[in-house]
């Protein structure tokens, strides 16, 4: 089945240690996001990739880093530099040729920072 | 900077209602619009994706419209059930940006 997957589901982490969070698709699709969710915010846009080893900053990109040396990934790693990382983090990908983006989401990862 | 707002925020009804959810944008100068489901804890779930060509997208019991000159689109569920519980967003897919979201219950 084609599709997204995010792993793991949750993920617990003291504060000052990095983690890295999974995203893998295999819809063939040339652009990856990854967005951040938070209890009445909404979806906010860390990081995105249109290509293979390019990405761009989101709104709230810092604290967070990307790599994208696969079409197929796109992991985020979480820093000790962001100061609230507790969230529901999201990845999704699209097929960006042209303007018919329509965006595929995976099912999350939650992270819980204490 | 585009806004995405999302009204209501949330929204009660008995079974077998039809409703509607709005979404409205500050930049019309959008290439298509997406609506999601999200169930709690769980992704989003695309549910109609509207060009900026189109005025209507329909998927079985929904019905999205697009009016880019107003800035608003508009969610309609016919009929709903209890199982169309869920939370409703939308977004503007050029500038990556989201509503905050609907959350609808319908109760049995």
């Known amino acids: 089945d084609g599709g997204i997957t995010q792993s793991p589901k949750y993920l617990f982490r003291k504060e000052g240690q990095n983690v890295t969070l999974s995203c893998e698709q295999n819809?063939?699709?040339?652009?990856m996001y990854w967005y951040r969710q938070d209890p009445g915010q909404g979806l906010r846009l860390i990081y995105y990739?249109?290509?293979?080893?390019?990405?761009q900053k989101g709104d709230i990109a810092e604290g967070y880093s990307v790599s994208r040396e696969k079409k197929e990934s796109f992991p985020l790693t979480v820093t000790s530099a962001q100061k609230n990382p507790t969230a529901f983090y999201l990845c999704?990908?699209?097929?960006?040729?042209?303007?018919?983006?329509?965006?595929?989401f995976g099912p999350g990862t939650r992270l819980t920072v204490t | 900077k585009q806004e995405v707002t999302q009204i209501p925020a949330a929204l009660s009804v008995p079974e077998g209602e039809n409703l509607v959810l709005n979404c409205s944008f500050t930049?019309?100068?959008?290439?298509?619009l997406q609506w999601f489901r999200q169930d709690p804890g769980k992704g989003l779930t695309s549910l109609l994706l509207?060009?900026?060509?189109?005025r209507e997208q329909t998927s079985g019991r929904l019905n999205a419209s697009l009016d880019k000159s107003s800035g608003r689109s508009t969610l309609y569920i016919a009929a709903s059930q209890p199982g169309d519980s869920a939370t409703y967003l939308c977004?503007?897919?050029?500038?990556?940006?989201f509503g905050k979201g609907t959350m609808l219950l319908v109760s049995p």
């Open positions: 990739s249109q290509i293979v080893n390019d990405f």
């Open positions: 930049d019309s100068a959008i290439y298509n």
């Open positions: 999704a990908s699209s097929n960006f040729r042209g303007r018919d983006y329509e965006q595929y």
């Open positions: 509207i060009q900026s060509s189109q």
């Open positions: 819809l063939n699709h040339d652009a």
């Open positions: 977004a503007v897919n050029s500038t990556l940006t």
